[in-house]
């Protein structure tokens, strides 16, 4: 028994089956994740290391070189970038595409282990870690006070912290910004000097002392005793009265000689909500979590926390992903309704019985419902990607419906009754509906064998087309004809549906369809006339459509409103913290008062080099800080974001020795912000000289900087962070038998401070931090008069064996593949990615390059480029799997041949509706391309199979073509009208998050369009060319024999 | 005594079958049978590719021969599109 008489003559069966099918899709679309974008594995592990208080030129050499070396020859690294700076290593391995992260993690380790006795003495640990997208906090926290900011940090991580990572789908919540409590010993310089006392025989003491450590037991007759000898610092005055030396039998003190208390540490950072001093709760998902659920249940907290906390305290989110997600899944939902809405009538006009067209209609909803279990059980999340599949595909999974229903009515026309109608004409349809929705998929393989960003990113999408033109060619041959017998008893002929309110739009287009077949009619028969005005045409069409893309430009991936804009202020090198918290105020100033109302939810400004992991990742420093604007979504607002950055480009000028960046971007990883930041550009300057390539760096900047649409650049190398650099002088140091460690040491110890022991107060460890008071070490002779046992007994000051040099060095060193680099990141703004590059790359050709220098191009367009070249590949590879499966359909190498010149006709409509739409080419647009190659040749598939058949039943070439186009032309015009109309909504409402989503839809309905209208015209011409010529090749053969 | 062998396209089955039905005590179909005659081929292939079905009825009574005669004339009517052709041939016996 066939499925199509099982679905017929079991009426119930089917039901239940897709009742089934509703309640499971219900429950999957429960369980889905909901996630912005796919979740993108990024080939990327990051190693940092921190080495307190040492400058980069020593970083470089003694920590970065080696490490680079180490992980650089580990397997599939595709090249390797670092940074030195001062106090952190941090390398970052940047993997092909595909490659297994976790064992390349685990190699690094390794690599690491192998050099880690090369490492100098002093350094933390080397810390490797994955670069996973998920990492990315999913939400912000504000929590501001009128208290100092170590207390309200101190609140948060006591008293927030754990209640917020207690939340369900939250993995860890980490608080940002705000000092530490430290025990502090401040040695002051001169009793240290009368005591001929040094720092490191206080720090030893204090870690002697500060000690609990087991004794072992004694046995009595009956008893077992453990011994214990308490030593640990109970309180700041056990730790004040410790003895650290005897001078004639007179115990000296801590407290004697130093300043003992319980305080914050060193300012590292600062962070700045809405103007006001705070800390920031940085939320991170578990993986596999839905983001908009955990964000959900954060609110739900917050508001169990909120009347917990102190007076004067607030707590108040300033980003959340969930929201973002939530819009935008809304907005595409709200295309794929009104998509199928629009199907639903284009339907309705042509098969003119509201009864069907509904019934048609089905097959969406339940398409794409269905697509959810698929989803749910393949595991993807419903993101931006998997969901735009859906919206883009609503208006041809409805196609193989109207097939299989128009071929049921064409049954009733025959007299079948409606049980019989739609068993024969769903049997006869389900070879050719079947064909043709595996040329629409086979498109989608390549990806397969794709590993690239495009395919990490699309895959989802692709899986989501397939999975809904699957589930539609199920209901097609199942639901469809079951529902058409038993819903659809009155329709005897095609085409005439009665309707009491419709029938004078029916008669109508009635009317119109009946004039446009004749019209067609003839325009065939004038093409067959004219074939070479015809090829001449199309050929001139398709050539502007190639003019047309360099025109409208090319961009990596469309630039997204994600509600935040992120602005870099520089200032001079060397400013300190104190006096950026003050410039930071000014801006906040003038930056507040430009967002209406309903514009802005928060402004948080952070500067500071930050400790640990924040310093590891976060390019700020004292003299640098980040504005980060937080907008309400842009459907809330009038404003977009680039226009509010252009308003606050212009706000922000003047204030004194402040440089900006609107665009800012980390090095090395445009593609890891996938858009948010716009077309970006980084120039690569290679070369070890500092001098040399600072000139030729400058020279690259003056050349590059008038040229249009080139915005925001920004020079990664930045010189002139003042040092005092301190020379030892060997001779000298070694008759006093002291070497440049001893010195060394002795200034950092005293200078920067060491960690001697862990203070434990009240259930937490405090560091036991001693230096010299602030007062003994703020001038050079300060330091100078520092003094050093020699191992003769004698007590010297430093400053007779050292010199200290005034000098201004790299604040950052870059390296690239082991090399000394400089980027200039720079935006393309108001111009073409593609069109601002290639100028780039004619100035860089007239300056003269020093030796051994070169230069090559990076940021978003090196991505572009590579992106692209993958894209291509999957668009040829599509192209030929069409191409193999017309062949197995049609039985024949020549007809799939005809058939693929309808492939070009569609790239002038792609061109010509981006440019008059504004919009550039990116690799979305691309995407909607290759999806064009699978479904544009199944109108010439209609055509060329049809004109077969009429041939080999006898009728003549030019009859054959005319009449297979004008009778196939009312089920191409609905087929393909479904589903460009459809697309209106995705390609023109815009709103949150459409940005991906557009290109695609503009590209498929341009494409479509003129693909629809060539093809009708250009595919009877080759046709008739190919097989008149055929027929010559076989007259000539057979007249030879 | 007659022996009915009605071909006609399968679209029209039901229809056949109740008309047959009526005037006769049972038949034998063959489903799916091939054949070329005055209206389209009907012969399942690509280019072709309708199928007709075949009923084989034995008629005592001339009286009903007619009467099926004149319903099938009717539906041929109705649908034009859809070829009916009966061939009658005389039946010996039926065991």
């Known amino acids: 028994m066939k499925i199509t008489d099982i679905s017929v003559s079991r009426p119930v069966t089917v039901s239940i089956l897709y009742i089934g099918i509703i309640i499971l899709s219900v429950v999957s679309y429960y369980f889905i994740e909901l996630d912005f974008f796919p979740d993108v594995e990024f080939p990327i592990a990051v190693v940092y290391v921190e080495y307190e208080n040492v400058g980069p030129k020593e970083i470089e050499n003694s920590v970065t070189k080696p490490l680079e070396e180490a992980v650089g020859s580990v397997n599939n690294v595709d090249y390797v970038t670092s940074i030195s700076k001062e106090g952190m290593s941090s390398i970052t391995i940047k993997f092909q595409w595909g490659t297994d992260m976790v064992e390349a993690v685990a190699d690094i380790r390794e690599r690491i282990d192998m050099v880690r006795s090369r490492l100098p003495e002093g350094i933390e640990n080397p810390v490797t870690v994955k670069f996973d997208i998920s990492m990315l906090p999913i939400m912000g926290l504000a929590i501001t006070g009128e208290r100092e900011r170590s207390y309200i940090k101190k609140y948060a991580e006591d008293n927030i912290k754990n209640l917020i990572e207690q939340t369900d789908g939250v993995a860890s919540a980490q608080v940002v910004g705000g000092e530490d409590l430290e025990a502090k010993v401040e040695l002051i310089k001169s009793r240290m000097d009368a005591y001929r006392l040094s720092i490191d025989q206080i720090i030893q003491t204090l870690a002697l002392e500060n000690q609990n450590i087991a004794g072992g037991d004694i046995k009595t007759a009956y008893t077992k005793y453990t011994f214990r000898t308490e030593g640990e610092f109970k309180s700041l005055d056990d730790m004040r009265n410790i003895v650290v030396a005897v001078r004639n039998n007179t115990p000296i003190y801590l407290r004697d000689i130093a300043r003992v208390s319980f305080e914050p540490g060193e300012v590292k950072d600062i962070v700045h909500i809405n103007g006001e001093n705070g800390t920031v709760m940085l939320i991170q998902k578990q993986s596999g979590k839905n983001t908009v659920l955990t964000v959900r249940n954060v609110y739900k907290k917050l508001e169990s926390i909120k009347p917990t906390l102190p007076a004067g305290f607030d707590i108040r989110p300033i980003f959340d992903q969930g929201e973002m997600i939530q819009f935008s899944i809304q907005n595409l939902l709200n295309n794929l309704i009104q998509g199928s809405i629009i199907s639903i009538a284009v339907v309705l006009l042509i098969l003119r019985n509201i009864r069907a067209s509904l019934l048609v209609g089905l097959s969406i909803p339940i398409s794409v419902i269905t697509s959810f279990v ?668 | 005594m007659v022996m009915l062998f009605i071909v006609y396209h399968n679209a029209v089955d039901e229809e056949v079958v109740e008309i047959t039905k009526k005037y006769a005590k049972g038949y034998t179909k063959f489903v799916g049978v091939l054949g070329e005659g005055n209206k389209e081929p009907q012969l399942g292939t690509h280019i072709w590719g309708g199928l007709n079905n075949c009923l084989m009825v034995a008629i005592e009574d001339n009286k009903m021969k007619d009467a099926i005669a004149s319903d099938i004339a009717s539906l041929k009517v109705k649908f034009k599109d859809a070829g009916v052709s009966i061939f009658v041939m005389p039946l010996k016996e039926m065991l």
């Open chain 1, 374 to 1041: 698929l989803m749910y059980l393949f595991d993807l999340s419903l993101n931006m990607m998997s969901l735009g599949g859906l919206a883009i595909g609503v208006g041809m999974v409805i196609d193989n419906a109207i097939v299989v229903t128009d071929n049921i009515f064409r049954y009733r026309e025959k007299g079948a009754r409606l049980n019989e109608a739609s068993k024969l004409g769903t049997d006869e349809m389900g070879g050719a509906i079947t064909a043709s929705t595996l040329t629409n998929l086979v498109v989608f393989v390549p990806f397969m064998f794709s590993a690239g960003l495009a395919a990490q990113l699309f895959t989802d999408m692709a899986l989501t087309i397939t999975f809904s033109m699957m589930s539609s060619l199920f209901v097609a041959i199942t639901l469809i004809p079951m529902v058409i017998a038993k819903f659809v008893p009155t329709i005897e002929h095609r085409y005439t549906g009665r309707s009491n309110v419709l029938q004078p739009l029916f008669d109508k287009s009635e009317k119109f369809f009946i004039d446009l077949e004749n019209f067609y009619g003839k325009a065939i028969n004038w093409a067959l006339d004219n074939k070479k005005k015809v090829i001449s045409f199309v050929g001139i069409t398709f050539l502007i459509g190639l003019i047309l893309i360099p025109l409208s430009g090319m961009e990596f991936m469309p630039e997204r409103d994600d509600s935040r804009i992120t602005i870099m202020a520089t200032l001079p090198i060397g400013t300190n913290l104190d006096e950026t918290t003050r410039i930071m105020k000014l801006i906040e100033e003038r930056t507040l008062p430009i967002f209406k109302e309903e514009e802005l939810k928060v402004v948080m400004v952070r500067a500071g080099y930050g400790k640990g992991t924040n310093a590891a990742f976060n390019d700020l420093t004292d003299y640098k800080a980040r504005i980060q604007i937080e907008l309400k979504m842009l459907k809330y607002r009038e404003r977009s974001k680039s226009e509010i950055r252009d308003i606050l480009r212009k706000a922000l000028q003047g204030i004194p020795g402040v440089t900006y960046n609107f665009t800012y971007q980390s090095r090395g990883s445009s593609s890891i912000g996938m858009g948010s930041e716009g077309a970006t550009i980084s120039i690569e300057v290679y070369g070890y000289d500092f001098e040399q390539s600072n000139q030729y760096v400058q020279s690259i900047t003056n050349s590059i900087k008038n040229i249009p649409g080139l915005k925001d650049i920004d020079i990664s190398r930045e010189e002139g962070l003042p040092e005092k650099v301190v020379v030892v002088n060997r001779e000298k140091a070694s008759k006093m038998g002291i070497n440049a460690y001893q010195v060394a040491n002795l200034i950092k110890n005293n200078v920067a401070g060491f960690v001697a022991s862990r203070y434990r107060f009240e259930g937490d460890e405090y560091d036991i931090n001693v230096r010299l008071r602030e007062a003994d070490r703020q001038t050079v002779e300060q330091i100078k008069s520092l003094e050093i046992d020699t191992p003769m007994g004698k007590r010297i000051k430093i400053g007779s064996i050292i010199d200290v040099i005034d000098k201004t060095g790299p604040t950052a060193i870059d390296r690239k593949n082991h090399e000394r680099v400089v980027y200039i990141n720079c935006k393309a703004e108001g111009r073409a990615l593609s069109t601002v590059a290639a100028d780039i790359n004619e100035a860089l050709t007239k300056i003269p390059k020093p030796q051994n220098f070169y230069v090559s191009i990076g940021g978003s367009y090196e991505d572009m480029q590579d992106t692209f070249n993958d894209l291509l590949l999957v668009l040829v590879l599509g192209a030929i799997l069409t191409y193999v499966i017309m062949a197995a359909q049609f039985e024949s190498l020549i007809r799939p041949f005809i058939v693929m010149f309808s492939v070009p006709t569609c790239m002038f409509g792609v061109s010509l509706f981006m440019f008059l739409t504004g919009s550039q080419f990116s690799v979305a647009t691309l995407l909607g391309i290759i999806m064009l190659v699978g479904i544009v040749v199944n109108n010439a598939i209609v055509l060329v199979d049809y004109t077969d058949i009429l041939i080999q039943r006898g009728w003549g070439l030019r009859e054959a073509l005319v009449e297979a186009g004008t009778k196939r032309l009312r089920p191409i015009m609905m087929t393909t009208l479904t589903t460009v109309l459809s697309l209106i909504p995705m390609a023109f409402s815009g709103g949150d998050g459409s940005e991906m989503s557009q290109p695609i839809g503009r590209a498929v309905m341009g494409g479509m369009s003129t693909g629809f209208i060539f093809t009708l015209i250009f595919i009877p011409v080759i046709y008739m060319i190919v097989e008149t010529r055929r027929e010559k090749y076989s007259a000539k053969h057979k007249a030879k024999f």
